[in-house]
């Protein structure tokens, strides 16, 4: 069953066993509020339990790009197409955020991105591997991201 995610009033409900539930949620919110302003987008999520297609396939680019495997359990995925991107986000228990950006007509503009949780300590299958930025949100705090672009073809 799929959720939309209201950005206006945060719930942490589907990430309620995250040490960081709190920030975790407010992170799936700026998510929500920047495919509500760029494109009309309603953001959905659907428990992890329900969604094994979305999680094999983020899976699926993330080992096949740079051998990446996530230890930490899964909570919340989304899937969707806006215009010409294919679009899959997957939410983890210790607060990390991964999606992976896939434009369908232009092999130049893919890529998978991370997004950390205010608070947690970056995962030990990213660390050395990523230079993370930082980002002020008003719905999340600090977020740090980092990303790579997908060579092969998904």
């Given at each position: 069953m799929s959720t939309i995610?209201?950005?206006k009033n945060v719930s942490v409900a589907g990430l309620e066993s995250s040490p960081?539930?709190?920030?975790?949620?407010?992170?799936?919110?700026?998510?929500?509020?920047?495919?509500?302003?760029?494109?009309?987008?309603?953001?959905?999520?659907?428990?992890a339990g329900e969604s094994q297609e979305t999680l094999d396939y983020v899976k699926r680019v993330?080992?096949?790009?740079?051998?990446?495997?996530?230890a930490a359990q899964p909570l919340e995925t989304s899937l969707f197409q806006v215009e010409n991107?294919?679009?899959?986000?997957?939410?983890?228990e210790d607060g990390l955020a991964v999606n992976v950006l896939y434009t369908v007509?232009?092999?130049?503009?893919?890529?998978v991105g991370f997004k950390l949780s205010e608070g947690m300590e970056v995962p030990k299958e990213l660390e050395e591997k990523f230079?993370?930025?930082?980002?002020?949100?008003k719905l999340a705090g600090t977020i740090r991201g980092s990303f790579f672009v997908i060579k092969g073809e998904y």
């Open positions: 995610v209201d950005f960081v539930a709190e920030v975790l949620a407010g992170l799936r919110a700026n998510e929500a509020r920047y495919f509500m302003n760029k494109y009309k987008h309603e953001f959905t999520t659907v428990p993330l080992k096949e790009e740079r051998g990446i495997e996530f991107i294919k679009w899959a986000f997957v939410f983890y007509d232009d092999p130049k503009k893919r890529a230079k993370f930025a930082r980002q002020k949100s």
